[in-house]
């Protein structure tokens, strides 16, 4: 999403529909192609479920909200990391300065190295869509 007001205000949407799912978010945020949600992970929801919920709720949000973006669809793929409390505070920086983290290191090379990181077999041909 390239409109940074817009995209602002689709991290508050998404704040607030994790909060209605059952999964509190501590921090949303990214840039025009992607987007990062720390939460705290519901007992009561499978991810699958949480995910499709979110993506479901914020594009019919977002094409209400800008009828111009009525093709807006996110990717069929995500990826979802679990971490510590101890990591908690770097992750939140991180999520807060995607737009300067991104001047350095690409999408693209970024979830592979969290892929890597993660000890996450995959094969480019369908990590991308």
């Known amino acids: 999403m390239r409109d940074r007001d817009l995209r602002t205000e689709m991290h508050a949407y998404l704040v607030g529909a994790c909060r209605n799912m059952g ?17 705290r992970y519901g007992r009561t929801i499978t991810l699958a479920d949480f995910l499709k919920g979110l993506k479901k709720e914020s594009s019919k949000w977002v094409k209400r909200k800008d009828p111009s973006l009525k093709d807006f669809y996110w990717q069929e793929g995500y990826g979802a990391f679990g ?35 993660y000890n996450v077999k995959y094969d480019e041909r369908y990590v991308w869509d």
């Open 23 to 39: 999964c509190p978010s501590l921090i949303v945020g990214g840039v025009e192609d992607h987007v990062h949600i720390l939460c």
């Open 83 to 117: 971490t510590i409390p101890d990591r908690l505070a770097a992750l939140r920086r991180y999520i807060a300065n995607q737009e300067e983290h991104h001047k350095k290191e690409s999408f693209e090379d970024e979830y592979r190295r969290l892929l890597k990181a």
